[in-house]
Structure formats: structure tokens, C-alpha cells
């Protein structure tokens, strides 16, 4: 028998303490209340959340039916204070403790004994929509394999580290937006990756610095690239070679995406088409610092941002205009 189980009062109080830790990391919005809100209290917390810290929401939820806003406001609250408890805590500890507590308060919701305001405001989302656990809890996963997890040997270790991470984002958008099909999910979570390797990429040089190297082993070892020239910051003809390889396949997963933005309905399109907008621009950023994403994250300007989201709105009043509608591999 270990000592856990002989003092289970003392391993109670030293995960409560791990938990107290992690919230006095985070902003004190983020703490569990003492008595839960009421359904608009927390559809008003996770609405000032969703729209104070995604620059682009705020402009996409002005395309969407006003009844579906509180659902996207609640799953972009569940998603953005998960990966904040695994990503913003500052110790491993803490952070799976807190990520197996928010695992507990998931449970909770399904279970009708809602506490926080994100999970107030999520359950009537999960009744009216029919969303099961899964895609909730696969981030959660995502979130505690952040914690031990820093290296990947292949593309498709990167790819199932990413149908976690990110896949079940654009599973619960087309939940909420009442499509539940595996053909819709197929392309979904095409453009979810692409869209998640395209961060990867042009966060290479800051990952490093947090101890995370997503670029496969396998195909830095076929350019011929250590990690000494990621912690070098000074680009080689390799490392160049290498990166051109990456944003390639990047580019051919969201081509593989794009006919969903045409099999959805005009509102979720323009979401669609302005995020893959924005993450083919993160490409062409890359490209055109000639793969060089030491010694500056590429970027994209206000500008870009700006003539994207006209162009995805265009692209509403005119469909022709929409990615999905161009021939494959023209995309824009």
C-alpha cells in the first residue's frame, strides 16, 4: 500500500493546494465562485472574455444569427480558460491539477450541477446543440499532453497531437451551428490542422524558448537541421529548405479544408473563409521572409488583418468569391 493511500487527507489538502497555486496565477475572473451565476451572468462573463481577447471574434460575430452568438461565445470560453490553465499556470503541477479539476466541473455540466460561469453558459449550449463530451475533453487532453510532452518524431505524431489541440474546435463550431457529419468533420479538421501548424511554424523561435520544438524530428534529421540552429537564431540554406517543406504541406492541408466553406451555411462560410484566409496569410508571411522565422515572427499587419476580413465579407455577398469556390490550389 503507498503512502497516498495510507494519508488520503494529506494527498486531498496538497492537491487543493496545487489548485489555490494555479489560480493565483491566473486573473482572478478565472476562479471558481463560491455559488453559481446565473445563465446571463456567465453568458455576459464568457461574451466580455471571448470579445476582449480574440482581436478577430468580435468581427466575425457581427456575420452571425444573434442566437447563436451565446454558443460561440461559451465554446470559445471553455476553449480559451482550458489552454489558459495549461499553458499560462508556469508549473507543471499546478497545471494538471487545475486541467483534472476543469475535467471534474466538465463532468459536472453533463451531469446538470453546472458551477462556473463557463459551464453555466455552456449547458444550455450543449442541450440546445447536442454536443457530447468528446471534443470538450479531447482538449483537455491536448492541454495535460502540453505538460509532458515537448518533441515529435513524425508529421503524423504532430497531426494526432493536433486532432486534440485543435480538431475539436472546428468539430464544436459545426456543432453549434447544427452540423454533425463525418464528411463536414473530415474537412473540418483539415483546416483546424493546417491552421494549428501554420501557428507552429511561425512560432518556431518562441516554442524553442519555452522548451517545445514541434517541427518532426524525422524531417529535421532528413535537412539535415539541429536544434543549435533554432537556438542560434541565424537561418541556414537547411533551415530554409526545411521550413519550405513544412509551410508546403501547411498549404495543401488547408486546400484539403476548403470545400467545407461551400457545404456550410452564409454566416459560418465567411468564419471559415476569413480564418483560412488569415492562416494561408501566416504562410505567405513565412515565405516572404524567405523561411526566416528566427530572427522575426512573421507577422501580419493590421492592414492584412483588415483587407482579409473585407475580402471574407465580399465573399459573403458575392460566393463566388469565397476560397472554397476557386479551383484547387488558387487559393487566395
Known sequence: MTTAALHPDNDALAQDELIARGWAA???????????PTLQEAQAWCKRLAESHYENF????WFLPRALRPHFHAI????RVSDDLGDEVGDRAQALALLDL?????????EGRARHPVFVALAPTIRSCSIPKEPFADLLTAFRQDQTVNRFGTMQQVLAYCRYSANPVGRLVLYA???????????????CSALQLANFWQDVRVDYAKGRVYLPREDMQ??????????GGVVTPAFRALMEYEVDYARRLFEQGLPLIGMVGRELALDLDLFSRGGLEILRAIERQNYDVLSARPAISKRSKLSLALRAVSGKALPFLRLG?????KAA
Not at 26 to 36: D, K
Open 26 to 36: 491566473l486573473p482572478a475572473s478565472y476562479r471558481m465562485p463560491e455559488a453559481a
Open 58 to 61: 468580435h468581427v466575425a460575430s
Open 76 to 79: 470559445y470560453a471553455y476553449c
Open 102 to 110: 476543469w475535467g471534474r466541473e466538465l463532468d459536472a455540466c453533463y
Open 177 to 191: 451551428c447544427g452540423y454533425a457529419d463525418e464528411e463536414r468533420f473530415r474537412l473540418s479538421d483539415a483546416t
Open 222 to 231: 532528413r535537412f539535415a537541421v539541429s536544434d543549435a540552429t533554432i537556438a
Open 325 to 329: 469556390a476557386r479551383p484547387r490550389g
